[in-house]
T-cell receptor, first 112, second 114 residues
Framework: GNSVTQMEGPVTLSEEAFLTINCTYTATGYPSLFWYVQYPGEGLQLLLKATKADDKGSNKGFEATYRKETTSFHLEKGSVQVSDSAVYFCALNRGSQGNLIFGKGTKLSVKP | NAGVTQTPKFRILKIGQSMTLQCTQDMNHNYMYWYRQDPGMGLKLIYYSVGAGITDKGEVPNGYNVSRSTTEDFPLRLELAAPSQTSVYFC?????????????FGQGTRLTVV
């Protein structure tokens, strides 16, 4: 079946550090891949997405590249800020119903 | 621009009580979803709807019911609350079911069953 595996948290970084959150997936066909972010006390919001192999999604300094050969969609940011502290979810979508399949989430804390 | 609105934000229920979680969206999206989020477990799909009058089960539907009488509203009903239903519930919508569309989420309802 379809599934998403992302690195366990929590992840604690100092401001301006480099961030990588690993995400791999299992799916038949060609899913679309997403990163959603959840700030404290809020719902999820789309951070970035990629809909086909080799696509790179980017937003707010975050990037992720859809790697079909390694079935991965790792999230990266060159210099994190305190305001990036949140829970990050990797997700895929390949169904006609449009529902997302989520990883377990990775909590990021950035210290000043 | 309201987007997806959920009420209530918090609720405490006693075992065996019932309640309805409300969800409404003003984006004229056909597809709507209910997810539950348990600590360290990501989000699991409870029910979804592809349009008014059409609903279907997701991964974890037991203990829940839904209805979709209008495009805007997609309430989730708990008939006999159990401690296992303690969770954070999120409603979401997309303009279509095709996989590339962004999902819009409400702020969530934190439910505790005691």
């Amino acid at each position: 079946g379809n599934s998403v595996t992302q690195m366990e948290g929590p992840v604690t970084l100092s401001e301006e550090a480099f961030l990588t959150i690993n995400c791999t997936y299992t799916a038949t066909g060609y899913p679309s891949l997403f990163w959603y972010v959840q700030y404290p006390g809020e719902g999820l919001q789309l951070l970035l997405k990629a809909t086909k192999a080799d696509d790179k999604g980017s937003n707010k300094g975050f990037e992720a590249t859809y790697r079909k050969e390694t079935t991965s969609f790792h999230l990266e940011k060159g210099s994190v800020q305190v305001s990036d502290s949140a829970v990050y979810f990797c997700a895929l979508n390949r169904g006609s119903q449009g529902n997302l399949i989520f990883g377990k989430g990775t909590k990021l804390s950035v210290k000043p | 621009n309201a987007g997806v609105t959920q009420t209530p934000k918090f609720r405490i229920l006693k075992i065996g009580q019932s309640m309805t979680l409300q969800c409404t969206q003003d984006m004229n999206h056909n597809y709507m979803y209910w997810y539950r989020q348990d600590p360290g477990m990501g989000l699991k799909l409870i029910y979804y709807s592809v349009g008014a009058g059409i609903t279907d089960k997701g991964e974890v539907p037991n203990g829940y019911n839904v209805s979709r009488s209008t495009t805007e509203d997609f309430p989730l009903r708990l008939e006999l609350a159990a401690p296992s239903q303690t969770s954070v519930y999120f409603c979401a919508s997309t303009p279509q079911g095709e996989g590339r569309a962004e999902a819009f989420f409400g702020q969530g309802t934190r439910l505790t069953v005691v």
